[in-house]
């Protein structure tokens, strides 16, 4: 069953220059359950992508297209609506962990505030509950991490408690945005380990964002690839990730360390992303790519249906040869 | 630091402990030497400026008569030798004597505890009315940033700040005593009205205390404006501070995660906002309190307030040294109690602070 179903999503921000399009013309779904895994290097949308659909844009943003979650159309709502929805249908995990638990206030506070608004919850009883949700996400000695401040936690535990915290009004999608990009890599297994046994007992739909796709392959059931705003490739995350067709996800598979062999420099792509407001027209990404012709830089790219639910923008498709070679 | 060895426990634990006692009781201390340190400085531009204290306060004849000038001088103790003079005036003060006015002929004590609350009084109505309407307008304005409410406070709070205190006092004052009549006068009180039995100071509270409520509305219809007129500086400075301080506390990564909870903006604001943003309007509230008492010179003339301001002005006039010293040490007490407050009030708000001296 569908969840979340966004479809044509752009997003436009208001930068020194004028307004930009930080996300364009997005769709995508998530079923019940299922994890999706959003990747694409940093200025790719993917951040605007999960603060459009908790209606988080920052000042001056706008969100247009439709995000449709659990049935009903969510892009558009009174702030009232929103406010329903945040914490309580979806939640949301951010980045650094330093920065985004209040530094003042009690772990107890900060974990149970929203039950009491949400669930009109006695003191007491979401004090019990944050004492579970403590123990789920494996904080040892809940009662006395209640009392502490995060100033008293490592970088990995409080991000533990920032997932404790969405988790706290059952939600049934969860965002998170770059969750182990700020932790130890020895951390970041432990944190998304626990993400996925999360998603097995609460049958959760968790959203990750990433610009790591190491993080994605052992997580993730789907996959979309963003590049400057727009979806790139999307498909199976076994599927995309085993055989990539766009040549921008080709580059990102081919740069992660295990991809290169012994002995070899890391493999990189040329070029840098391009900076919001000043996306090249067509596919965004001609300009560095290898197997550009000239219809590249002509919108629209049309999607192009690779198999079964994996799909690319790209109007070359150039690795379509060797698929039907290999098959 | 070593702890010295003779401290018993108990007191190394006041002298060097984290907890609050032991942070007031060290900051106390270095009050005590402050306040030296000031009358120290206080004592020493007092002589370098140039006048001569006996021809400031002895009428022209007797400025020529010799005879009484060396009395005048024994009386006041200005035939002594400049460093005799602040060793004796030191070890008068820590016997809690401050000297004798030579304007007033009474004891510069007796005069602050008359002048001073007068003051505080109308400083303390100032602040209050500051703080809580310039944190109130602030956290609007940040809120609603760039719209209209945010552009009509900011208008405001610059006007707040640029006037000249002087001329916000004499328009103020045309304006709601001659041209609208609802302010009563100048004064404490109506001429001829008996003020309230000294508690305090402060005719307000006096009177409240002595249960006399006509004097103590008629002390507040006569307190309002000039306290009103000296806030104004204060609002204008708070308001903006308040923007510029809730506007980059809304930035913050933490204020995204309590939206993000689904919270109401109140609460957002209330709980995840203010109480950071506090922290930096306290300061700024503690100097322009501080200010508040030092800067009520002029206001004091037009509304003719018996204030310190006053006080101040003819001290300095009459270059009656005790007096000056009085008044710089009550304002020095001021500023260095509201940075102890501040400091206090810094700790209760932010507890992790609790641990560092």
């Known amino acids: ?327 | 630091m070593k702890p010295v060895p003779v401290l018993t426990p108990v007191t190394k634990t006041l002298f060097t402990g984290t907890g609050l006692t032991p942070f007031i009781i060290r900051r106390l201390l270095t009050a005590v030497v402050l306040i030296l340190g000031i009358t120290f400085i206080a004592f020493s531009v007092t002589q370098l400026v140039p006048g001569d204290p006996v021809a400031a306060n002895l009428g022209q004849s007797a400025y020529s008569d010799p005879d009484i000038v060396a009395a005048f001088k024994a009386e006041y103790g200005l035939d002594q030798p400049v460093h005799i003079q602040y060793i004796t005036y030191v070890g008068n003060l820590l016997q809690g004597n401050l000297g004798i006015s030579l304007s007033s002929k009474r004891p510069v004590a007796e005069d602050l505890r008359e002048f001073f609350p007068a003051t505080l009084e109308i400083a303390l109505v100032a602040v209050f009315v500051a703080l809580v309407l310039g944190v109130i307008l602030g956290t609007i304005s940040a809120m609603t940033r760039d719209r209209l409410p945010d552009q009509i406070i900011r208008v405001f709070s610059l006007t707040g700040v640029s006037m000249p205190v002087f001329w916000t006092a004499l328009t103020a004052f045309y304006i709601f005593f001659f041209v609208l009549g609802w302010a009563p006068g100048t004064g404490r009180l109506e001429p001829g009205a008996e003020p309230p039995p000294q508690v305090t100071g402060m005719y307000t509270v006096d009177a409240l205390l002595d249960g006399d409520f006509a004097t103590a509305s008629q002390a507040v219809s006569y307190l309002l404006l000039p306290a009103l007129v000296l806030a104004v500086f204060a609002l204008g400075v708070i308001t903006r501070f308040t923007r510029a301080s809730v506007l980059e506390i809304l930035g913050n990564d933490y204020v995204r995660t309590a939206r993000s909870k689904g919270l109401p903006e109140r609460v957002v604001i209330r709980r995840h906002v203010l109480r950071p943003a506090l922290l930096a309007i306290i300061t700024i509230a503690g100097v322009a309190f501080a200010s508040l008492l030092a800067g009520s010179v002029l206001i004091e003339n037009v509304f003719s307030w018996p204030g310190l301001g006053q006080y101040a002005y003819k001290s300095a006039v009459g270059l009656d040294l005790p007096g000056i010293m009085g008044v710089s040490m009550i304002v020095a007490t001021v500023f260095i109690f509201m940075n102890l407050l501040v400091d206090v009030l810094y700790r209760v708000i932010d507890p992790q602070m609790k641990d560092s001296k």
């Not at chain 1, 694409?40 to 908790?54: N, Q, V």
């Not at chain 1, 951390?187 to 993400?195: H, K, M, P, T, Y």
């Not at chain 1, 629209?300 to 690795?319: E, L, M, Q, W």
């Open chain 1, 1 to 327: 069953m569908t969840l979340l179903n966004v479809s044509d999503l752009t997003v436009t921000l208001a930068t020194s220059t004028g307004d930009a399009d930080a996300v364009r013309n997005l769709s995508f779904s998530l079923d019940g359950g299922e994890i999706l895994g959003i990747a694409g290097e940093s200025g790719s949308g993917k951040t605007m992508t999960a603060l459009s659909i908790m209606g988080l844009l920052p000042y001056k943003g706008k969100a247009s297209g439709s995000i449709n979650f659990d049935g009903k159309e969510v892009l558009g709502s009174s702030k009232k609506k929103y406010q329903h929805m945040r914490g309580k249908e979806i939640s949301m995990i951010f980045q650094d962990p330093m920065t985004s638990l209040h530094p003042m206030l009690t772990v107890q506070t900060q974990l149970t505030e929203h039950m009491r608004y949400h669930d009109k919850m006695s003191k007491s009883a979401a004090r019990e509950s944050a004492l579970k949700l403590l123990d789920t996400v494996k904080i040892p000695d809940p009662a006395s991490a209640l009392r502490a401040h995060p100033s008293q936690f490592s970088g990995g535990m409080r991000q533990r408690i920032a997932i404790a915290m969405a988790l706290a009004c059952e939600p049934k999608l969860l965002i998170a945005d770059e969750p182990t990009t700020a932790l130890d890599v020895t951390v970041q297994a432990g944190i998304l380990r626990l993400l996925h046994q999360i998603r097995d007992e609460r049958n959760l739909s968790i959203m990750i964002i990433t610009h790591d796709l190491g993080v994605l392959s052992s997580l993730t059931d789907k996959i979309l690839i963003m590049y400057a705003g727009s979806e790139v490739e999307s498909g199976p995350a076994r599927e995309l990730l085993s055989n990539p067709r766009h040549p921008y996800s080709q580059g990102l598979i081919a740069a992660l360390p295990g991809a290169s062999r012994e002995g070899k420099f890391l493999t990189s792509i040329d070029g840098m992303p391009p900076e919001l407001g000043n996306f090249p027209s067509g596919c965004a990404f001609h300009p560095r790519c290898g197997f550009a012709e000239d219809r590249c830089s002509v919108p629209p790219i049309d999607a192009t249906v690779v198999s079964k639910g994996h799909r690319i923008y790209c109007p070359v498709n150039p690795f379509a040869h060797d698929r039907v070679e290999q098959s």
